[in-house]
Structures are given as C-alpha cells and as structure tokens.
C-alpha cells in the first residue's frame, strides 16, 4: 500500500502564495503519475495538476500560470507552488498517485483563500 501525506494548506490573502507538498510513502511503484485534486465547497473533487516521473506536466485551465507542480522523485514528494490565489480556489487539496497497480489519495489540506 501506499500513503500519502499533504502538508501547507492554510488561509491566504487574494493574491497570496501558498506551496503545499506530498509525501509518499511504502510500496512505491517507480514509474508513476503524481498530482493534486481540489474540492471546493458543495462541488466535486477535479484535477488541478499533475506530473509523471519524466516530468511531463498537465494543468487543468484555472491552474495554468499560476500554480506550478514539480515533485523530486528521490523523496517521492510532490509540489504544488500557488501564486495569485483567488477566493475560488478555496478548497480541500487532495494529493494523488497512480501507478500501473493501484491508485492512492491523501486525507487532503485546506486551502482557504479570503481577506
């Protein structure tokens, strides 16, 4: 099994940053995609990013040019790099790994961006 922890929720101003990570841990297969899911209040959980093992990247479009995920596979730790937060990206930020074997979520962090 694999387990993933999220850390760097918090609250923010509009226009504020916030990096969040994810570490994984136990039977990690080596190739793999990581990436991050957010669900807003009173909606569905949907993609935001993610990132293969080469470093392929996909953002979903209200990610794009703002949030950045990177991860280091040495650490098996992803990275999601927050810049010009609104307040409708308020949300649970959930982290995400696929493998050819299995798939595995993190509890989620919050994200609360408001003045």
């Known amino acids: 099994q694999v387990q993933l922890v999220e850390s760097g929720g918090g609250l923010v101003q509009p226009g504020g940053s916030l990096r969040l990570s994810c570490a994984a841990s136990?039977?990690?297969?080596?190739?793999?995609?990581m990436g991050w899911y957010r669900q807003p209040p009173g909606k569905q959980r949907e993609l935001v990013a993610l990132?293969?093992?080469?470093?392929?990247?996909t953002y979903a479009d209200s990610a794009k040019g703002r949030f950045t995920i990177s991860r280091d596979n040495a650490k098996n730790t992803v990275f999601l790099q927050m810049n010009s937060l609104k307040p409708e990206d308020t949300a649970v930020y959930y982290c995400?790994?696929?493998?050819?074997?299995?798939?595995?979520w993190g509890k989620g962090t919050q994200v609360t961006v408001s003045s």
């Open positions: 995400n790994l696929k493998s050819v074997t299995s798939q595995s």
């Open positions: 136990g039977s990690i297969v080596s190739i793999n995609v």
């Open positions: 990132i293969t093992t080469g470093g392929s990247t």
